[in-house]
Structures are given as C-alpha cells and as structure tokens.
C-alpha cells in the first residue's frame, strides 16, 4: 500500500492537493456551524436510575421533581425586601408570569401567592422564584431554558440572579465556546514559533499547520453528520482541535525530517521519495490507527461526553494519519526545494542523530536494571496519591468564579439551605398506601444525613414522591453514603427510585466501573495487534502497554496532587474544586494512552527498521533512540503547549484535563523514551524481537514493512 501512494504522490502530487482543498472547502461549507448542532456536556448514563428516576417523575407530574433552575429576586439597594408593598408584589407576580411562558419550563412556585415555606430568606432580603422544567436533561435542554428565562425575567425595579444547576451548567457551557477560542488564538501563535525554530523555515512550518486545518475540518464536518444521528457533546470540539494539531506536528514533523534525511543520501529523487514514504510514512499510519483505536473505544461509554470524544478521536487519528502520507509527500514533491524556503536560521535539523541522546541511550543500557528499577520506582511514587483520591462531578462547583450563577448559587446556599438547588427526589411507584408512605418517610428520617423530609405527594397514577435535604454537599461522601442509604429502603408493593445530583454523581461514578472493562480490553487488544503488526513481535507490544500504564498512573498521581492536594494551584489560578472530576479519568485513560502509544510507535519503527539491516538489539536501540530523539522531543513540546492553551479556561475540569494532557507527553517523551524504553530492550535483549512460529507467520503474511 505504501508503494502504491508514494508513487501516486509522486506521479500526481498537484491532484491529491486539488483534492485534499476541494475535500477541505466540503468539509469546511458543512462542519462550519456544527457547535449549532451540538449539546452541552453529557456526563450521564441514561440507563442509569436517577435518570430512569426523573422520566418517571416528568412523566407522571409534566415536569421534573426538583428546580431546574432558581430566579433569585431581591431589592436593587441590597437591603430588605418589601414584599408587602403592592408594587413589589405585582412585579414578583409578573416575573412568575414571564418564567411560566419560557422555553421548558412547567412550574413555577410564587411565594408571595402560594403558601409554600422556606422561599422568602428570613433576613427578609430575598425571595425566589423556583422553576421545574419539562426536560430531564437540564445540562443541554436546561441550558436552553435558562436563555429563555433570562431573555423574559428581567426587571428595571428588582434586583434578578438566575441560579441552580441549569444556569451553571449553561454559563460553563457558554465558558468553554470561549476557552475554545482563546485557546486557538493563543496556540497558533505559540505553535507557528515554535514551529519556524524548529523546521528552520516558513514553507516548512506551514506544513503542520496545514495538515491540522485539514484534521480539523474534517473531523467538525464528521461531528456534524454524526449530530444528525446522535446526541452529540459539545466538549467534542475541544478534543478536535488540540488532538488535530497535535497529531499534525507529530506526523508532518517525522515526514518532512526523514525526506530532508533522505535527500541529503539520495538527492532529490523518486528513490528518496519513496523511502520517506515508506519509513515515517508508515509509522505515522501506524500512529495515526493506535491513537483512533484507543480513543473509539470511547465509543463504547453510554456518556455523551464520553462517546463524542471517543468518535472525534477516532476521526482525527484516521483523517491525521491518512492526511499525513498523502498530502505531505506530495506537498514535499510540489514544494521540491522550496520546503526550505525562508530559512530563519542554521543549525543541526531536528532529523539529524543526536549525540545527546545516543549518549544518554548508551548510558542507560549499561546498567538498565538500576535506571529500570529507579525510574519504575519514581512513577509509581508520582501515581501513590490516586489510592487516595477525592473525585467530583458536575455540580455548581464547575461554575467558576466571575460567572453569575457562581454568586447567586452562594447566596441561595447561604441563605435557604441545600433544598432548592441539591435536594435529593425520591420516588415510589407501584400499589403503594398512605401508611407504607408514611413508614417509608420514617425511615428515610432515620438516615443520619437526612436533615428534612418533605410529606409524599401523588405526582400520578402509582406515582408519588418527595424531597429530602441533606447537611451536606451534594457530592461529599457523607450526601453519596445517604443516598445509598435510602435506595436500599424496601418498599411493601412498590419500587424506591431516587434522583438528585448526588443520585446522579453516584449513578455516574458506578456507570463508569460498569463499562470500564470493555473500555479497557478493546484498547488493550487494539494496540497489541497494530504494534505486533508493526513490529512482528509480541514482547514489545506488551512492554509499550506496562510503559503506557507507568505514564498514565503518573499523571493523575500529579493531578491529585495538584488539584487536591493544592500543590501549585496558585500558579494555575486554580480556585476549586480540590477533588479530580471522574468523568475526565475516563477521558484521560484513553487519551495518554493514545498519545503514549503515539511516540512508542515512532520509536519502535525505527528501531525496527535498524535492527532489520543487521544492527544488534542494542546498537539498534541507541541509535533509535538517538536519530528519533530530537523529533519526538521537540514534538512533544510543540503539543504540550496546544494543551496547555486549554488550561486558561477557568471551568475546573477543562483545566484539569488540559493539565493532565501536557504532563503526559512530557513524561513520556522524556522519562519514558529516554530511559525506560533503552533500559527495558537491554535487559530483554533478541527477546525483544521474539514471536511464535504462528504468530511470525500472520505478520510475514500481514504485517507492513519497507520494501527493499
């Protein structure tokens, strides 16, 4: 196959570049408003009980149990709330009014009309307008509803906040449409420098860039189709555009330094084509597949953050790796000497063999078990704090400071306790008495955390339900360790269902558990095959899955440590929450490990093509480790910097993964690749290269290597 396109790239360069525009201005007239098609987050399984929870709820009532969203009213001076004067009264009625014609929304409670206790603050500063919506899906829909409240409430006599868990989950979703776009201004930038300091020349450092144009409207034109089908994340759109760029630096760079290598052995010929082609390109291909297989496995997570991720993943590693061997080759023939065009400065080429790291790799084969052992020990001491973690999910702590919600939400707390905004829904359905309800309620009133139980009401035919509030925070464990309390109450003739954020925190923590393993396993088996077809060995695909692992156990071990431990947030201008969202460890899992996979490939293909000329294991490895040292470590930088861009945004997770993400090509591509990788192959030596007669068939049959 590689045969075939280096001498269609190099037989038909300008019409593979007339196609990848034509392909790019497709991709571009019908991805280009596809955050329209979008929704917000997604951080819920929809099997799960607390959303089986809230169906039954808004179905029986017509709207769910609990307040979507809160209308804070107070008076615009700060001080005390008449709300006995006539005109305050008709302008709290009037705002109810607007709320109840708003988008999804299907009851609201006015105090000053309705008798209900516990909405006007006993200081007297303040009422609310509590409103229950129609949609169970408050982080999209509920976002929604929020636009349509703000745009009707609003008064030029009272002061009006807008709080509960749809405003913040909008204005966060609303606060990463913006960090997407700061983080683009600020990495081009960054990245077109570093690029000019690496390639050596503008024509030349355009090459990544145009590679991840390509990467990114492909991939935001195949969200768009995918949204036609399926609820897609927002989220998505973030994961595109670092991804692109990153795996567009990684592949133009292996491409455009083996063909300058070549050049300089072969000149300017079909010949040295072809031997760019064939050794980065298919190293990048190889790449490109492992980095999609790992993140489709995503695809198999019922969250819709989780599966939007996975599938734009899996389009950014095909459309990067396939992009990359044919695009760049025929631009290195079209461009001819012109690649080096513009030269900004002179120097050794990033593809030139180091010194350095052939030094370094000699090192460390001299004593790898010391270098093995100490450096094993060192990622593991990073990774100890994960066996003590502190997870969160979404709540109103994902708001960050400076938003309206985040003040508004501090006040209702503050002012009217958890009930409004983290009340826990219970439901019971069934042939269900009023003495089994009320002996239920005893029981619920038991529970040590519980600090109030509201009577049961009858939402519908077998539906009836109450609210329950807690002492503590929705996500804490002593709110989780009471929730499970109240599921395990038996209910004579019925079924207990309990909905609420700490319902659905639970319910997210133990969805992921229960679809870990094939997660998991498809990764596995994914990147042992294309490493055993790369490589034509079975040891060393298991090797890159332990190094894969010792990476990734590092970065959330400093993820703790710095996001729960506090260790450094001030730098970050980090304000909280001090715990590591759940969701993103998923996310993370899929992501290091394909990025770590990523650099072992182009590692590993190079070392098995010098140990395929007849180079020792060892002279092998340095020199590997030497002539990809450069590369990968200037690769690696460029991509930190791409993720370290989405570390501006002030939404917690964001940061956290953004964080996470550069950490991990760091250490890989430094501790990992200089010093586990030559101290692992000396000390495995031949065996490294070892496979069973059956299994060295398939690869003669299947695997992909070089021509002569």
């Known amino acids: 196959m590689l045969d075939a396109i280096s001498r269609l790239t190099w037989g038909h360069p300008r019409k593979i570049l007339l196609g990848a525009f034509l392909f790019a201005a497709v991709a571009g007239f019908f991805g280009h408003d596809v955050e329209h098609h979008l929704k917000a987050a997604g951080f819920t399984d929809p099997d799960s009980e607390s959303e089986i929870a809230n169906e039954v709820l808004a179905d029986a009532l017509g709207f769910g149990a609990e307040p979507g969203l809160v209308v804070l009213v107070r008076a615009r001076d700060g001080g005390v709330l008449d709300i006995e004067d006539p005109e305050v009264v008709a302008e709290v009625a009037r705002l109810a009014e607007e709320m109840r014609g708003a988008d999804y929304v299907g009851r609201v409670v006015n105090p000053l009309e309705e008798p209900v206790p516990g909405l006007v603050a006993e200081d007297g500063r303040s009422v609310v307008l509590p409103a229950q919506l129609t949609t169970t899906d408050l982080e999209d829909e509920g976002g929604l509803a929020d636009e349509s409240v703000r745009e009707r409430a609003t008064s030029d006599l009272l002061d009006v906040g807008y709080g509960g868990f749809a405003p913040g989950f909008n204005e966060v979703n609303d606060q990463t449409r913006k960090d997407l776009t700061s983080a683009e201004l600020i990495a081009f930038p960054l990245l077109g420098l570093l690029l000019l300091l690496v390639f050596r020349s503008v024509v030349a450092a355009a090459v990544p860039l145009i590679l991840g144009v390509l990467s990114i409207l492909g991939t935001l034109f195949a969200l768009r189709v995918m949204s036609t089908f399926v609820d897609t994340s927002l989220f998505a759109l973030n994961i595109a555009t670092a991804l692109s760029l990153g795996l567009a630096v990684d592949y133009a760079l292996l491409l455009v330094s083996r063909y300058r290598e070549e050049v300089e052995a072969h000149g300017r010929t079909a010949e040295a084509h072809r031997r760019a082609v064939q050794t980065a390109g298919r190293a990048s291909l190889f790449s490109g597949l492992t980095v999609a297989g790992a993140m489709a496995a995503l695809m198999l997570m019922p969250q819709r953050f989780l599966y939007s991720i996975g599938a734009a993943g899996l389009t950014v590693g095909v459309l990067s790796a396939f992009m990359a061997v044919l695009v760049v080759p025929a631009l290195l023939v079209v461009l001819g000497p012109r690649i080096d065009a513009l030269s900004i400065r002179r120097g050794p080429a990033v593809s030139a063999t180091s010194d350095r790291w052939h030094r370094l790799a000699r090192a460390v084969m001299r004593r790898p078990v010391v270098v093995a052992v100490a450096t094993s020990a060192f990622l593991l001491a990073l990774a100890a704090p994960l066996l003590s973690t502190t997870l969160t999910g979404p709540s109103a702590q994902a708001v960050p400071p400076g938003q309206q919600s985040y003040d508004v939400n ?149 993820l703790v440590i710095v996001f729960e431990h506090q260790v450094g947030t001030q730098l970050l201008d980090y304000p909280g929450p001090y715990a590591v969202e759940v969701t993103s460890l998923v ?118 290597r070089e021509s002569g």
């Not at 109450?489 to 639970?506: K, Q, S």
């Not at 596995?524 to 090797?543: A, D, E, Q, R, Y």
Request: charged fraction near 20%; glycine fraction near 6%.
């Open 587 to 704: 996310f993370l899992f899929a992501v290091t490990f394909a990025l770590a996979t990523d650099y072992a490939v182009l590692v590993m293909a190079r070392i098995k093509e010098l140990h395929d000329t007849g180079l020792s294991n060892e002279d092998a490895v340095a020199e590997g480790v030497a002539r990809t040292g450069r590369i990968i470590s200037a690769a690696a930088v460029m991509i930190a910097v791409v993720f370290l861009a989405f570390a501006v945004s002030p939404v917690f997770f964001m940061k956290q993964i953004a964080i996470a993400m550069a950490l991990g090509v760091l250490i890989d591509s430094t501790i990992v690749r200089g010093l586990l990788v030559p101290a692992l192959m000396r000390l495995l030596g031949e065996a490294n290269w070892w496979a069973p007669r059956p299994l060295r068939r398939v690869y003669e049959r299947f695997g992909i």
């Open 410 to 558: 501090n006040y209702i707390e503050d002012s009217y306790g958890r009930a409004l905004v983290e009340g826990v829904s219970v439901a019971i359905t069934g042939d269900v008495d009023d003495d089994e309800l009320l002996a239920v309620t005893s029981q619920i009133e038991s529970v040590e955390e519980v600090r109030a139980v509201a009577p049961f009401a009858v939402a519908g035919d077998g539906v009836a339900y109450a609210t329950v509030t807690l002492a503590s925070p929705a996500l804490e464990s002593p709110a989780q360790d009471a929730v499970r309390e109240i599921r395990d109450i038996d209910v004579a003739g019925g079924e207990l269902l309990v909905t609420g954020n700490t319902a659905r925190f639970i319910d997210e923590k133990d969805s992921l558990v229960d679809n870990a393993l094939p997660v998991i396993l498809l990764i596995v088996v994914l990147t042992v095959v294309l490493l055993f077809l790369l490589t034509g060995s079975v040891i060393l695909p298991l090797k890159t899955l332990l190094m894969n692992a010792l990476t990734l156990a590092a970065v959330l071990g400093i």
